[in-house]
């Protein structure tokens, strides 16, 4: 029995390839006092993890090269020397790309798979939830009747922003990519309309689908799709800012010309990350764990199995391949 | 004795020319039941003049073509059968780009000529004084210590914002076009930087004069300055946004390259016009007349000699060539 790990082997310049990481082989970490070993069923892949890579100014520090990748785990605790962890506990802890990790504790949370689906605490249940619960409420505040709108609708943070301004009484518009994936955010997520932005009629699909305007928009791409959205959002509409993925490679993809919007339409922006507001997490996540398990939020995983599959997930990921929460199956 | 007026010729068509407006003179109105005269003693230039000159949908109707120019004066009630103003009263209407106007008493307010000058109403006592009081404490909402960057610092929004920024107790930079503003910013203003942005080393510049960052930037211009700014915000930072004037010819100019620093800083942003906060008025309007009577904040004006040069001043305005508010005296 070995532990399996994923450096950052190298940063990328440019778009990530599978050369920017490493696979090694160690011994499974054995836990010392007030510590306790997780054996990883599944590793989330997010967005945010393209920004660790560069070495760039961002909201948070650089992953290292030579280091684990950074990333969020589920798994069950092997062995523990810790006082509020026993083995059989399962457990998200920050492990990394790795099929062991140890942990004191830490930003560790218990979790409860007879609840809701393990898998679930890496998606609507766990921070990409949270993202969505605190962007929506905080910085979007739709009133029943607004028109909102989220980019990358059929992901993660998309579909559970979607789905909560639904039962807020909103009228929901995704935009996602190509046919597949707006036909699930429409028929499966039950949103009101949801706009393929690689069918090459973005502004007009969008004014179609929103004819009394945007009011909320939850954006997680920025670009050319942000750019249309800005051509029709109401006056005093809010825009919440949580990615930019359309730009993690090439930030010049992230021009803006239609700036000009924020202020003929007083548009109130809000660069966010969920972290900067602990306070929220836990009603957020009690309220989302009590809509997962009633089926009133529904989602969907792409899942990679095994551990050496990540890499090609992950730039799988960025380039909108997956259809739903990615993961990585460990076990 | 007649009325001049200068009417909407044309539409401009990128920058705007004189040949855009035209001069006529017309008799002088006589007061109707609830009505009065006013003549106009000065007739305010403001940028947000040049939106109303195009169709494009913006905050405000546009501006109608061969109708008299949308505008703010102060002037002297000359004849009236109003009950709430009397002639010899002083007022501020919005008149328009003409020597005398009549007025049903809506949107007039009476002034006092004694308690500050009254050019001074259309100035950090009147429209643009509103503006940086409600942009800096609404939105920008800085906290003693903290730095406040503004655009178009020797201007009649820009200098009352910094001035206001250091009764608060903050660090307030100034952002200007050339040698003479940034020293009078400097040393009448008593701001304690200001940069030239046209001195060609603005990102430098700007770095050197904000050594802590950006917590609080108010936008008069967007552009190249806004773009260079964004590099240097701080974490949680804000911006207001009210202006901006190095697009209204050509909304190309606003294209914002640097939009990743929305995310990457969890900047908020908030355009905003001063009619959207009516109830601020009063409140604010209060502070800035004793400011000003008191002589703690101070201003700079460029006046234009009669109401055949308010087409060159307001076309100057546009080029940054007035120092300070500008105005057209009319008597």
Chains 1, 2 share one sequence.
Not at 5 to 21: H, T
Not at 66 to 76: D, P, S
Not at 88 to 105: A, C, H, K, M, P
Not at 191 to 220: E, M, P, R, T
Request: glycine share 12%.
């Amino acid at each position: 029995m070995k532990n399996k790990q994923i450096l950052l082997a190298a940063r990328p310049l440019g778009a990530v390839s599978e050369s920017n990481f490493s696979l090694v082989e160690t011994g499974i970490p054995r836990a010392g006092d007030g510590e306790f070993v997780v054996r990883n069923h599944f590793l989330s892949l997010d967005p945010y993890m393209r920004g660790r890579m560069d070495e760039a100014k961002s909201y948070a520090a650089s992953a290292a090269v030579g280091a684990v990748m950074v990333g969020t785990t589920v798994g069950e605790v092997i062995e523990s020397k810790h006082p509020k962890f026993k083995a059989g506990d399962f457990v998200e802890t920050r492990s990394g790309w790795q099929l062991y990790g140890i942990s004191n504790g830490g930003g560790a949370r218990r979790v409860d798979p007879a609840f809701v689906p393990l898998s679930a605490y890496l998606g609507a249940v766990g921070m990409p939830g949270v993202t969505a619960w605190i962007g929506l409420n905080e910085h979007g505040r739709p009133k029943p009747g607004e028109t909102v709108v989220v980019s990358a609708a059929s992901g993660a943070v998309g579909g559970t922003v979607g789905q909560l301004a639904k039962l807020k009484g909103c009228r929901v518009v995704g935009i996602a990519g190509g046919r597949a994936k707006c036909d699930y955010v429409f028929n499966q997520l039950g949103f009101d309309a949801c706009v393929d932005y690689k069918a090459g009629n973005l502004d007009a699909d969008l004014k179609a689908a929103c004819d009394k305007g945007i009011d909320v928009y939850f954006d997680n791409v920025g670009g050319p799709v942000l750019d249309a959205v800005l051509g029709h959002m109401n006056a005093f509409s809010r825009i919440a800012l949580c990615g930019l993925i359309s730009g993690y490679d090439n930030a010049d993809a992230l021009t803006v010309h239609n700036f000009r919007s924020f202020l003929v339409n007083r548009i109130n922006l809000r660069g966010f990350i969920c972290s900067d507001h602990i306070e929220l997490w836990k009603p957020a996540l009690a309220e989302l764990g009590q809509l997962v398990h009633d089926g009133k939020i529904k989602y969907r995983e792409s899942i990679a199995e095994g551990l050496e599959n990540a890499p090609a997930a992950f730039i799988g990921l960025l380039k909108g391949k997956n259809f739903g929460k990615q993961l990585v199956k460990l076990v």
